[in-house]
């Protein structure tokens, strides 16, 4: 049974910090572009940053140079590191998992997804 379960997700405070982490099950992360993606109250689920299978990296505008997405094929996970954060990286935070080898954070793409994880930054 594929599942992906996300955790690390809390209230912080704005400046603060906070890491995400995906553990995979049911199948090989190694084949597979994993990415972050939240969803804000009222908002569309947008994409945050994706990492492909030779770790290459893209990342939202928003969040550059605040956030880093890593792997650990071996354990079958993926991290979000988010630093800096801001009130509007409140959202509910999502693992998925791409069949593809490229990094992308078209939705459509995504074959598993997580339930997701609470990120709330407010002073």
């Known amino acids: 049974q594929v599942r992906l379960v996300e955790s690390g997700g809390g209230l912080e405070r704005p400046g603060g910090s906070l890491t995400l982490s995906c553990a995979a099950s049911?199948?090989?992360?190694?084949?597979?572009?994993m990415g972050w993606f939240r969803q804000a109250p009222g908002k569309e689920r947008e994409g945050v940053s994706s990492i492909s299978t030779d770790s290459s990296t893209n990342y939202q505008d928003s969040v550059k140079g605040r956030f880093t997405i890593s792997r650990d094929n071996g354990k079958n996970m993926v991290y979000l590191q988010m630093d800096n954060l801001k009130p509007e990286d409140t959202g509910v935070y999502y693992c998925?998992?791409?069949?593809?080898?490229?990094?992308?954070?078209?939705?459509?793409?995504?074959?598993?997804w997580g339930q997701g994880t609470q990120v709330t930054v407010s002073s």
């Open positions: 998925a998992a791409a069949w593809i080898t490229i990094p992308t954070m078209v939705q459509r793409l995504y074959d598993y």
């Open positions: 049911g199948f090989t992360t190694d084949f597979y572009t």
